[in-house]
Structure formats: structure tokens, C-alpha cells
């Protein structure tokens, strides 16, 4: 039945229920079935068998064999086990040092080698809390040891931990594609300078500021430095095999040589064949990554389930009609609507994560993309710079919690937030220049693959 009032009381409710701290994949999957009985019922409840004679379940039973049978989320666990192991080879510690010593010349050399390392780590595993946790075990106390200032160093890399969800190969995006029925190669191209961009202007940002602000980051003392020598012999052994690994991976993706779930599987082997070069190839570490991989690809999944679940019903009940209607009677210019879908994007950034922004609520837009003319590989570029600021914005910014949780005491939580500020003012900076210049997103894919036809 058509209601849209239960539709939009049902889509404010979730955002409650998730502000309280209810598991998000289940919130969705309750409220759909709940919520999904009420619009499906049809009455004549005689027996207890008639209880389960409703529509909803046939429903959710024909969502969760979809998602098992989704070729493009094959990719996710393949891709989340690459992550793992190469995260427990000890490559990262080995990688921030050498580029360290490789950059100490520049202002800021240890912060410019944490954002490197944070997007070449990020891109291979694709997890922001693992790059972000992980990175502040390794990277801050260095930065505290050198006097570097705690605020700077802490935004350093909660912004360098999220560019793993924009630079391919992104597990995000492998979900944005499934959402959006859009092509994942098409995206991974899209993606690539969007991302390297970015990562450029963090880089750049901390240039200029240690420059004007030497005091926040204090030159390496000549003699910690070790011969030339050694430091490229370092770099080389670090970083060549394992951009290596993400090159073969993303060009035979890119060049149409496979998949991204057969490109994921033999990123998978690869990480393994490092591990294994770098002698650290256990039994305990295969276990630790395979359990962790099988336990995110499940929170994945079961997102997957309860928000096409929920997406389902709230369509059903005329939500999206209402929503689209409204949006549609403002009779705004194609500017105006993707100024408007941004801000509300980036301000469900600050209750909410990057997960439930995609499944749920980018998809109430992606059918009014045809009426403005916007290019759905465009907007999903600016959707995914966009969903850099949920991980980045109080009071959920979760990279900031991912950070404090590991240094406890050594960082207050306002500290980490003041850290973080200037990044969000670039992430915009950077949706502007791409909105000016499409061919940032669009150049890439169209010489690839040619020019996109709706």
C-alpha cells in the first residue's frame, strides 16, 4: 500500500535508532521486515501459519540470495584478505621509514611520508580503520619523538587513512557500483585522478603550512639520518613490490584483462607471495586475515540485505516518489541540484558513516540524475570525494575514534578534532575543482573505454 507518511516517519526513525547505537546492518534489517509487513499486508489472519503468509519475507528470502549471487561483490573479501596480509608482513613499517628518509629534505618529511604511506597501505587494503589504527601505532610516536605538533601530526593521518575508500581498487566504490548498476571498471577510472588529486593536495597543504610554521615539524637531525645508500636500497625493497602488487592489480582491471573479483584474487595470491617474500608468512597471521576478512565481507553483505530490504519497502510506501517530487518541483538548475544533494551528504557525514550514506540514502537520488543531465559516473565521483567528510566530521568522525582508541592518552579528542579541520576545507576545495573541470573525473574512463552513453 502507498504511505508515504509511514515512509518518511520509517527513514526518520532509522536515523534515530543508529544515533542511539544500534547495529546498523540489523537496524535495517528490522525495520524493513517491520515496517515491510505493515505495507504488504493484506489481513485474514486465521491460523499461526497465516502470520508469515505476507510478502515481506518472500522479499528479504530474494534479497539475500541476490546478494550471494552478486558477481561485483566477490571482489570485497578478495580484496579485504589482500589488506590483511599484506598489513601483518610488516611491509607498511618498512615503507613508512624508507620514504621518510627518502623525503627528509622536504618540510614535513615524516608527515609527507605518512600520507603516502596512508594512500599506498589504504589503496591495498581499502580499510580505513585498520590504515588509521595502524598508522597511529607506527606513525605518530615517531612524529611525538621528532616534536612534531600532536594536532597536525593526528590530522596527518585521519585524513591519509581515508583515501582508501576514493583510490582504487575501493571497496566502496565496488559497492557503489552495485547500488547504482554502473560499470565497477568505469569507476576504478574514474576514481584515479579524483583520488591522486587529493592525496596531492594533502600533500601540498603540509608543505605550505610546515613552511610558513617550521616549529610543527622539526627537520631530522643529521645524524639520524642513514647513508644514502641504505635508505634507497630500503625504499626499493618496500615500496617497489608492493605498488607492484596494486599496479598489476589496478592496470589489469583498467586495461579490460580481468575483473575486479579475478583481479582481487590475484591480489589475494600476490599478498600472500609477499608475505611469504618477506618471511612473514605464518599459519597464525593466514588465520587472523582470513577471519578477519570473512568477518567484514559478513557486515558488508548483511548491510547489503537490510538495505535493499529497507530501500524495498520505503519505495513501496511511496517515499522515494515523495522525496523526488519535492526535489523536482523546486525546478532547480543541474548546479543547484548537485549543490543541494552535496550538503546533504556531507551533513548525514556527521551522525552518520560512509555505509549507511551510500546504501540508503544516495540511491533516493541516483533516479533524478536523468532528469537534470548529470553524468552518473560525475556524481558518483563527487558522492565519493563527498564521503571523505564522514569520517572526518564530529562528532562521528570515526577516524578520529580509530585514532584515539589506540593512543589513549597521549591525544585528547578535541586535539584530533582541530587536527582534522583543515582536511574537510580541502575535500570541498577539491569537489569545486572537480565541478569546474569534469575532465578530472571524466577524461580517463572516456579514453578508455569510450565516451559514456546513457
Known sequence: MTNPEVAIFMLCLFIVLVLLGFPIAFTLLAMGVGFGYYAYYQGGIETFADLFDNNIFYLLNQNTYSVMENDTLVAIPLFLFMGYVVERANIVNRLFYSLQMAARNLPGSMAIAALITCAIFSTASGIVGAVVTLMGLLAFPAMAKANYNKEFAAGVICAGGT??????????????????????????????????????????????????????????????????????????????????????????????????????????????????????????????????????????????????????????????????????????????????????????????????????????????????????????????????TSFLTPPMAMSAYYLKGVLRDQIELMQIFRGIMPYLGIVIFCMVLMYQFPGIALWLPDYLFGKYVP
Open 163 to 388: 583515501l582508501g575508500i576514493l583510490i582504487p581498487p575501493s571497496i566502496m566504490l565496488i559497492v557503489y557500483a552495485a547500488i547504482a548498476e554502473l560499470s565497477p571498471l568505469r569507476l576504478y577510472a574514474a576514481a584515479m585522478f579524483p583520488g591522486l588529486l587529493l592525496a596531492g593536495l594533502y600533500i601540498v597543504y603540509v608543505i605550505v603550512r610546515v613552511f610558513l610554521n617550521p616549529s610543527i615539524a622539526p627537520k631530522p637531525k643529521e645524524e639520524d639520518v642513514p647513508p644514502a645508500a641504505k635508505i634507497y636500497f630500503d625504499l626499493l625493497v618496500s615500496f617497489v613490490p608492493l605498488t607492484a602488487l596494486i599496479m598489476l592489480v589496478l592496470g589489469s582491471i583498467l586495461g579490460g584483462l580481468a575483473t575486479p573479483a579475478e583481479a582481487a584474487a590475484m591480489g589475494a595470491l600476490g599478498g600472500l607471495v609477499l608475505a611469504a617474500l618477506y618471511r612473514s608468512l605464518t599459519w597464525t597471521k593466514v588465520k587472523e586475515s582470513v577471519f578477519l576478512t570473512a568477518k567484514a565481507t559478513a557486515m558488508v553483505c548483511w548491510l547489503f540485505v537490510g538495505s535493499w530490504t529497507f530501500a524495498s519497502v520505503f519505495s513501496y510506501l511511496g517515499g522515494h516518489d515523495v522525496i523526488e517530487n519535492w526535489v523536482l518541483g523546486m525546478e532547480l538548475a543541474p548546479w543547484q541540484f548537485l549543490v543541494m544533494v552535496q550538503m546533504i551528504i556531507f551533513l548525514l557525514g556527521w551522525p552518520l558513516e560512509w555505509s549507511e550514506i551510500l546504501i540508503i540514502f544516495v540511491p533516493i537520488f541516483l533516479p533524478m540524475l536523468d532528469n537534470f543531465g548529470v553524468n552518473p559516473y560525475f556524481f558518483a565521483m563527487l558522492v565519493a570525494l563527498n564521503l571523505q
